[in-house]
């Protein structure tokens, strides 16, 4: 298993090179219980943007983030953590919530438009650590400057971030 510190300035360099590759915020979340929390975060550098906030928590259930977190849990592991106390209802009922996880296992990536944050379309994919559901990166953007094409393309490159982040684990596995 790759050393902590390694995953750490891994996922600061893959932060940093999505930055550059979208133009807009980008932040790892971690599962902090039953939240979502933003442990590291790369504000965009044009004036208008959108943060998510060092600290913040953020619900498993809603935001692109907290899905991200759940795309490995099976139906009956995420039946059992919506039966948790304090973990709010999701968008459209758990059915809904299952199909919209299914949907994202498929594609590799959540997104959501104004889940957690208001006029914030959130793209977030699970970071390759070998425990899965632990932690997600993701590109937040206003939804004024983030239009369909814009937001395929960020989809896009933060998947393939994640597979080039799999692979230098790895080899930081076998060679570290």
Same mark, same amino acid.
């Given at each position: ?11 600061? +360099? ?7 590759? +979208?133009? !807009?915020?980008?932040? &790892? ?8 929390t933003c442990t590291q975060e790369l504000p965009s550098p044009q004036p ?7 600290? @913040?928590?953020?619900?498993? +259930? ?49 997104? +959501? ?11 977030? @994919?699970? &970071?390759?650590?070998?425990?899965p559901g632990l932690a997600a990166c993701s590109v937040l953007a206003p ?17 393939? !971030? ?15």
């Open positions: 298993m790759p050393h902590r510190d390694a995953l750490v300035a891994q996922t600061q +360099t893959s932060l940093i090179r999505l930055r550059a590759l +979208t133009g !807009e915020t980008v932040a &790892i979340h971690w599962r902090l219980g039953n939240k979502c208008h943007r959108v943060e998510a906030g060092i600290g @913040a928590d953020f619900p498993l +259930t809603r935001g692109a983030a907290g899905k991200a977190l759940l795309l490995s849990l099976d139906e009956q592991d995420v039946r059992a953590l919506l039966a948790e106390p304090g973990i709010p209802e999701p968008i459209g009922g758990v059915n809904a919530l299952l199909a919209d996880l299914k949907a994202g296992r498929e594609r590799g990536y959540k997104l +959501t438009v104004g889940e957690t944050l208001e006029g914030a379309v959130s793209i977030a @994919a699970p &970071i390759p650590w070998p425990q939804e004024s400057r983030f239009d369909l094409p814009t937001r395929e393309a960020a989809a896009r490159t933060l998947v393939e !971030e994640m597979h080039r982040l799999r692979s230098v684990l790895r080899r930081q596995n076998a060679f570290g």
